[in-house]
């Protein structure tokens, strides 16, 4: 999820999330950011099951496709950070990235539990089969016709249409993914808010007909400050959903659950369900 600091000064505020909640179930959502990395191998089986066990509500996770077109799950363009292989996912073999150890590089005060442990780079494929009623946000991480076709093509194989909204930093994948998969629900793009920014200027956000579900946006970008009262107030009126990323200061999180977002982006679900008194 994180972009170049010029492109956030551009507001590009894309990131995934679900038709998330209704006037009647008014919760704030605990959202998963990769599943969690700030308490185990992020974007990993174990990672969401462990998640999902302690409450979460959202699984936040990434997609790529590898060098023979398999759509797999990981956040950065290279293994380098997470695993004990090196080089780009499209340059990998579905075969080259599950011999990989996922949680190679997780690391807490020196140590390294997760290390063959058996973690691997999961397909998107295994996690919609292995969570069959979890809900995700799922970020495109390329602009290729054969990820976002693919994408579109699993999630309706697995009937998952209703727990899941896509996001990318690519506008025009955003575009074709909402013409090739109608059925689910979307992110804002950077043109989207900038749009809605300048109508609720004016005071004509409701006038704003969006063809998406949420904006995803970080708290503030270097001395602009995003998420205000003001800004979620006219979200709402519109329609639409506020969920701030990446949030992990627990001070933090109760400021913007005062300001009554919809949903919290963070790499410790646990915190947050504390302060939410899950």
């Known amino acids: 999820m994180l972009n170049p600091i010029g492109v956030w000064l551009t507001f590009v505020l894309i990131v995934s999330s679900t038709p998330l ?4 179930d008014p919760k704030i959502l605990v959202m998963a950011h990769r599943g969690g990395l700030g308490l ?22 990434d997609v790529w496709r590898t060098s023979d077109d398999v759509i797999v ?27 990989l150890d996922a949680g190679y590089r997780w690391s807490v005060e020196g140590s390294f539990p997760y290390r063959g442990q058996g973690h691997v780079i999961p397909t998107l494929a295994e996690v919609l089969t292995e969570f069959p009623e979890a809900r995700f946000n799922i970020d495109l991480k390329e602009n290729s016709d054969t ?9 309706t194989k697995h ?3 209703n727990r899941v909204m896509i996001a990318s930093f690519h506008q025009s994948a955003l575009v074709q993914f909402r013409d090739h ?17 300048f ?5 004509l956000g409701r006038i704003y007909q969006p063809n998406f579900q949420a904006f995803q946006v970080p708290v503030r970008v270097s001395f602009l400050t995003v998420v205000s009262p003001s800004f979620v107030r006219a979200a709402h009126d519109a329609g639409l959903e506020v969920h701030p990323w990446t949030v992990n200061d627990p001070e933090e999180m109760k400021r913007l659950i005062n300001m ?12 947050l369900s504390e302060i939410l008194g899950h």
Not at 83 to 96: F, H, I, K, N
């Open 159 to 161: 009937g998952a249409q």
């Open 181 to 197: 998969c109608p059925g689910v629900a979307t992110s804002a793009g950077r043109s989207e808010i900038i749009r809605f920014l």
């Open 73 to 99: 799950v990981n956040h950065d363009r290279t293994v380098d950070r997470t695993t004990d292989g090196s080089g780009p996912v499209r340059a990998a073999t579905l075969s080259e990235l599950k011999a």
């Open 40 to 61: 185990w191998p992020e974007n990993t089986i174990y990672g969401y099951r462990e998640a999902l066990r302690a409450g979460v509500d959202v699984l936040e996770i």
């Open 260 to 271: 009554r977002v919809d949903g919290i982006i963070t790499d410790y679900p646990d915190r």
């Open 147 to 155: 990820l976002i076709n693919g994408v579109c093509d699993l999630i």
């Open 21 to 24: 909640h209704t006037e009647q």
């Open 199 to 203: 109508l609720s200027k004016l005071g």
